[in-house]
C-alpha cells in the first residue's frame, strides 16, 4: 500500500485572534493597573465615583491581567504549538471560533460587572455566578478542542510543553470549579459553599495554583515550544524538564497555605504549606536554568534580537520570583513581608517579568509567522524591551522598600516588646509615599512599552496577507499513536498503577481510620511498599515499558496528572471541611449577624473593603499589641465568604466593633481625612445617599441557613421589623451625638456590620451552637 | 486523630508524610529521567523542530529600510543536533 502525501493546513486564525485580544486586553488591565497605583498616591482620582473607586476597579486590574492578557497569551501559545506539536489541524473550527467569542464575551462581562461592585468577594474569585458558570463551559472548550486534536495527531510522542498543557487544563479545571461553588441569592449574587477556614483555605488552593497552573505551566510550555524555537536549538535538558513537570506538578497544588502563615489556621497546614513551598525551589529552579541554558551558544543573538531578549529576561524573573516565593513563605520572614508591599513587589515581578515578557517575545516571534510580513520595526521592539526592563525594576525596587519599610516599621516594639514605636498606622503608610509614587512612574513605563508594542504590531500586520502553516503528511500516518501506547486495559491493570491504589488506600486507613483500621493500615502500608519494591526489582523492564508507553498515551496521561494534582488539594481540604463545624469549634465562636449586619456586611464585600482591610490578627505580638487579642478559628465560622484579606493599606478591622462610636465611621466613610488626617482612603458618599435594598435579604438568610448558620425560621416581616429597629437605633444614636441620616441609608447597615466585628461568644465543652433565637 | 484534626499535635504526622511521598516521587522520576535512553531523548527534544511556519524571509527597520537578511533560524526540515 502507498503512502498518499497530504498537505495539512494548520488553524492559524484562532492565533492570531488570541494574539491580538492579549495585546489589547493587556493594555486596558495595565492601564487600571496603573490608575489604581495612582489613587493610591491621590485619592481624589476616584472623582467620587463608585465605578472608579479603587477597591472596585482593583479585581478589575488583577483579572484582566490574569484571565485576559495571559489567558488570551496563553491560548495563542497552546493552539500555535500543540497543532505544529501534534502535526494536526486543530479538531474543531467551530470550538476554537467559540472559545475565543466565549472568552472575550467574559473578560467583558467582567469589565462591566465589578465596577459596578458585583463580586463574590474573593480575590481572582470575584466574577458573580453566571459568569463563572460561563467560564466553565468555555474552559470545557477548549479542553475538548484541545484533547480531541490529541486524539487525531499524528506525531504519537507527547513533547513536554503539551504535559504541561495538559496539567493546566485539568488543574484549573478542578481549581476553578471547586473555588466558586456558591449558592445564588439572586442573578448577581451568590454565598460561598465554604465559610470561615474552609473558605480560606479553599481560596488560597484555588489563588496560589492559579498562579501556579494559570500564570506558570501553560507559560513553561510555551517557553519550552517557543525558546528552542527562537533560540535554534533544542532544550538543554530534557531529561530536566521532565522532572521539573512531575515535581511542580506533585508539589505545587499542596503550598496554597503558606498564603495564611502565622494566622488561625491549623499550624498542621501552615507546616505543610511551607514545607511544600520550600521545595518549590528545587523543580523551579531546574526549569529557570533549563530555559536559560537552552541558550548556551546563543547569546551572541541576544544582543540584537528581541525576542530572544525577552525570552532571556521573562525566564530570569521566573527563576528571581520563585526563589522569592519560597523564600516569602519561611513563616518568620513572612512575618514581616504578609500585608506589606513586598508581596506586591512579588507578585508583579511574576506577571510584569514572567508573564509579561514571555507574552512579548512570542508575540515579536509570532508576528512575521502568522501574518507573512516582517517585524515593522526590531528597533521600537528593542526599546521596548529596555524600557518595560526599567519599568520592572523601577516598580519592583520600589514595593521591596516600601513591603520591607512598612514591614518593619509595623512590627517595631519598644519597652522591651511591649509597646509599639509607631502606633498610628498612618505613620507607616506616609512614610512609603515616595515609593508609592515610584511605583506608577514604573508601571507606567511598563506600560508604554506595550503601548510600542501594540503599534509595532498595528504597524507590521496592516496590510499584511494573513497566513495559516501548512504540513504535508502521509495519509496512513497513525491518527494517534494507539499501537505505540496503552490500552485502556493496559493503564488500569498494571504494577505501578495498582500498587499506587493499594498504597494509597491502606495509607489512608492509616491516617482516617479507628484504632484497629489504622493499625491494619499501617501493616498495609508497609507491606505494599516492600511487595511493590521487590516486584519492581523483579520487572524492572516491565515498569520502565509501562512509563514509556504512559509518555505517548494521551488520556492515561491526563488521569495520572489529575491524580497527582488531586491528591495534594484533598489531603488538605477534605479535613477541615468535614471537621470544621461549629460543634467542634474550641474556645469562641462568632455570633451571627443580625439582618441588618448582614446587609451591611454584603456592602463590604460590594466596596471590597477586604482588599485594603485584613480580618485576621495574626498570632504575633506586634499584630496583637496593635490590634488586639490574635483571632481564633471560630470567630469567622459563619462568613461565607470569609474576608480574611490579604493587604494592608489601612489597619486591621477584626476588633474595630465598639472602638469608635458610630458617628466616627460615618465621619469616616463620608471623608476619612476629617478623622485621620493624611489617610489615603477614598470618599464614600454614595453610602449616604444610596437606600438600603431590604429585599433581598429573607432568600439571602434563606441561603445562610441552607450554608449553615443557625439562623431562626424568620418570615419575612420578622426580618423588616429587626432591620428597622437596628436602623433606627442606630441612626438615633448618630442624630444624638450630631450627625443626621435617614435611616434607610446603606450607610447605616454598613456602620451595624463594622460595629459587630469582634463579638463572640466562650463555648462550653459540651455546648452545641446556639441560634439567635436562644 | 482525625477528630481533633483542628487543634491536634498530632497532626504534625501529614506533613512528614507527605513530604516523604512527594520525595519519593521526586526521587522516582529523576531516576527514570536520568535513564532515559539517548536516543529517546533527542527524539523529544527535536519534537518543536519537525515542523514550523517560517517566518517572512527579511525583517526591516521601521518599514521602509533596506531588506536584510531573517536573523531567526529556518526551522524547518532535519532535527537539530546537539551543539
Redesign the interface.
Known amino acids: 500500500m502507498s503512502a498518499q502525501k497530504t498537505t495539512v493546513e494548520?488553524n492559524?486564525k484562532v492565533v492570531r485572534q488570541f494574539l491580538l485580544a492579549s495585546v489589547i486586553w493587556g493594555a486596558v488591565g495595565m492601564l487600571v493597573g496603573v490608575l489604581i497605583a495612582a489613587q493610591l498616591n491621590f485619592w481624589q482620582l476616584n472623582f467620587s465615583t463608585p465605578w472608579l473607586t479603587w477597591s472596585r476597579i482593583r479585581p478589575l486590574h488583577t483579572n484582566a491581567v490574569i484571565f485576559a492578557l495571559v489567558g488570551n497569551m496563553m491560548f495563542a501559545g497552546v493552539y500555535y504549538?500543540t497543532q505544529?506539536?501534534v502535526?494536526a489541524r486543530l479538531a474543531s473550527d467551530f470550538l476554537s471560533q467559540l472559545h475565543f467569542w466565549g472568552w472575550q464575551a467574559i473578560i467583558v462581562s467582567a469589565a462591566l460587572t465589578l465596577p459596578l461592585g458585583l463580586t463574590r468577594g474573593q480575590e481572582y474569585g470575584e466574577l458573580i455566578w453566571p459568569i463563572n458558570v460561563a467560564v466553565v463551559l468555555i474552559w470545557v472548550v477548549f479542553a475538548v478542542n484541545f484533547f480531541w486534536t490529541l486524539a487525531r495527531r499524528r506525531?504519537p510522542?507527547l513533547?513536554?510543553?503539551i504535559w504541561f498543557y495538559i496539567a493546566t487544563i485539568v488543574t484549573v479545571a478542578m481549581l476553578y470549579i471547586v473555588n466558586h461553588l456558591s449558592i445564588p441569592t439572586s442573578w448577581t449574587h451568590s454565598y460561598s459553599l465554604f465559610g470561615g477556614?474552609q473558605n480560606a483555605l479553599v481560596q488560597w488552593w484555588y489563588g496560589h495554583n492559579a498562579v501556579a497552573f494559570f500564570l506558570t505551566t501553560p507559560i513553561l510550555g510555551i517557553m519550552?515550544?517557543f525558546l528552542?524555537?527562537?533560540?535554534?536549538?533544542?532544550?538543554y535538558s530534557?531529561?530536566?524538564s521532565?522532572?521539573h513537570f512531575?515535581?511542580l506538578v506533585?508539589?505545587y497544588i499542596?503550598a496554597g497555605p503558606h498564603h495564611l502563615l502565622n494566622t488561625s489556621l491549623?499550624?498542621?497546614l501552615q507546616?505543610?504549606g511551607m514545607?511544600?513551598s520550600l521545595?518549590l525551589w528545587?523543580p523551579s529552579w531546574g526549569g529557570m536554568l533549563n530555559g536559560l541554558l537552552t541558550l548556551?551558544?546563543a547569546w551572541d543573538?541576544v544582543r540584537?534580537?528581541p525576542?530572544l531578549k525577552f525570552f532571556a529576561a521573562g525566564v530570569t524573573f521566573y527563576g528571581m520570583a520563585t526563589f522569592e516565593g519560597p523564600l516569602l513563605a519561611i513563616k518568620s520572614v513572612n512575618a514581616l513581608a504578609h500585608y506589606t508591599d513586598w508581596i506586591i513587589a512579588h507578585v508583579h515581578g511574576g506577571t510584569l517579568g514572567w508573564n509579561g515578557f514571555m507574552a512579548a517575545g512570542m508575540t515579536y516571534?509570532l508576528i512575521?509567522?502568522?501574518?507573512?510580513?516582517?517585524?515593522?520595526?526590531?528597533?521600537?521592539a528593542n526599546l521596548h524591551f529596555w524600557i518595560g526592563l526599567v519599568g520592572i525594576l523601577l516598580y519592583v525596587g520600589a514595593m521591596w522598600t516600601s513591603g520591607i519599610t512598612q514591614g518593619l516599621m509595623l512590627n517595631a516594639t519598644t519597652e522591651h516588646g511591649t509597646i509599639l514605636t509607631y502606633p498610628n498606622f498612618l505613620d507607616t503608610v506616609n512614610v512609603i509615599r515616595p515609593m508609592m509614587l515610584m511605583r506608577v512612574i514604573g508601571g507606567a513605563l511598563y506600560l508604554t512599552g506595550w503601548f510600542m508594542m501594540a503599534y509595532n504590531l498595528w504597524?507590521s500586520v496592516r496590510g499584511a496577507e494573513p497566513?495559516n502553516?501548512?504540513?504535508e503528511v502521509f495519509d496512513e500516518e497513525p491518527s494517534h499513536g494507539a499501537a505505540q501506547g496503552l490500552s485502556v486495559a493496559g493503564w488500569v491493570l498494571n504494577a505501578p498503577v495498582l500498587f499506587c491504589v493499594l498504597g494509597l488506600g491502606f495509607?489512608s486507613a492509616w491516617?482516617?481510620g479507628g484504632h484497629f483500621v489504622?493499625i491494619a493500615g499501617l501493616i498495609g502500608t508497609m507491606f505494599c511498599a516492600v511487595v511493590a519494591f521487590s516486584h519492581f526489582e523483579a520487572r524492572r523492564k516491565k515498569w520502565?515499558d509501562w512509563?514509556?508507553k504512559l509518555l505517548v498515551s494521551a488520556v492515561p496521561f491526563t488521569v495520572l496528572t489529575f491524580v497527582?494534582v488531586v491528591a495534594?488539594g484533598l489531603?488538605q481540604i477534605i479535613?477541615?471541611v468535614v471537621?470544621?463545624r461549629a460543634a467542634?469549634v474550641?474556645d469562641r465562636r462568632q455570633i451571627p449577624y443580625t439582618p441588618l449586619e448582614l446587609a451591611g456586611r454584603d456592602l463590604y464585600v460590594r466596596e471590597g473593603c477586604y482588599l485594603c482591610h485584613s480580618q485576621m490578627i495574626r498570632t504575633l505580638v506586634p499584630d496583637v499589641l496593635r490590634y488586639g487579642d490574635y483571632s481564633r478559628?471560630g470567630e469567622s465560622i459563619y462568613d461565607h465568604p470569609f474576608q480574611w484579606g490579604s493587604k494592608r493599606n489601612g489597619p486591621d478591622l477584626a476588633r474595630v466593633g465598639g472602638k469608635y462610636p458610630n458617628v466616627w465611621h460615618l465621619r469616616h466613610l463620608e471623608n476619612p481625612r476629617s478623622i485621620s488626617s493624611g489617610s489615603n482612603m477614598p470618599n464614600f458618599p454614595w453610602l449616604l445617599a444610596n437606600a438600603l435594598d431590604v429585599s433581598t435579604m429573607p432568600r439571602k438568610i434563606a441561603v445562610q441557613r441552607q450554608l449553615g448558620v443557625p439562623y431562626p425560621q424568620w418570615t419575612d416581616a420578622e426580618i423588616t421589623a429587626s432591620i428597622e429597629a437596628q436602623e433606627k437605633a442606630i441612626a438615633r444614636d448618630l442624630r444624638d451625638a450630631g450627625a443626621y441620616v435617614a435611616p434607610d441609608r446603606e450607610i447605616i447597615a454598613l456602620i451595624a456590620y463594622l460595629q459587630q466585628m469582634g463579638h463572640y461568644e466562650k463555648v462550653t465543652p459540651t455546648g452545641t451552637a446556639p441560634t439567635l433565637a436562644d | 486523630?482525625?477528630?481533633r484534626?483542628?487543634?491536634g499535635?498530632s497532626?504534625?504526622?501529614?506533613?512528614v508524610?507527605?513530604?516523604g511521598f512527594?520525595?519519593s516521587?521526586?526521587i522516582t522520576?529523576?531516576w527514570?529521567?536520568?535513564?532515559?535512553k539517548r536516543t529517546?531523548?533527542e527524539?523529544?527534544?527535536?519534537?518543536?523542530?519537525?515542523?514550523?511556519?517560517?517566518?517572512?524571509?527579511?525583517?526591516?527597520?521601521?518599514?521602509g529600510g533596506p531588506?536584510r537578511p531573517?536573523?531567526?533560524?529556518a526551522?524547518e526540515g532535519a532535527p537539530?543536533s546537539?551543539?
Do not use: C
Not at chain 1, 228 to 235: D, E, F, L, N, Y
Not at chain 2, 32 to 36: D, F, Q, T, V, W
Not at chain 2, 43 to 63: I, M, R
Open positions: 494548520f492559524d504549538s505544529r506539536l502535526k506525531e510522542s513533547y513536554v510543553a477556614v519550552y515550544y528552542p524555537k527562537a533560540a535554534g536549538r533544542p532544550v530534557y531529561r530536566l521532565v522532572v512531575w515535581s506533585f508539589v499542596w491549623p499550624v498542621w507546616d505543610l514545607t511544600f521545595m528545587a548556551r551558544g543573538k540584537t534580537d525576542v516571534w512575521p509567522r502568522l501574518w507573512n510580513k516582517p517585524l515593522y520595526s526590531t528597533a521600537l504597524r497566513v502553516g501548512t504540513i495509607a491516617m482516617f489504622s520502565g512509563y514509556d497527582a495534594g489531603i479535613p477541615t471537621i470544621h467542634n474550641e478559628l | 486523630m482525625f477528630n484534626i483542628i487543634y499535635d497532626t504534625a504526622i501529614f506533613t508524610v507527605a513530604f512527594a520525595a516521587i521526586f522520576i529523576s527514570r529521567a536520568l535513564r532515559m529517546q531523548v527524539h523529544y527534544e527535536n519534537l518543536p523542530f519537525l515542523t514550523a511556519t517560517p517566518a517572512s524571509a527579511a525583517t526591516t527597520e521601521f518599514g531588506k531573517n536573523p531567526l533560524p526551522d537539530l546537539r551543539p
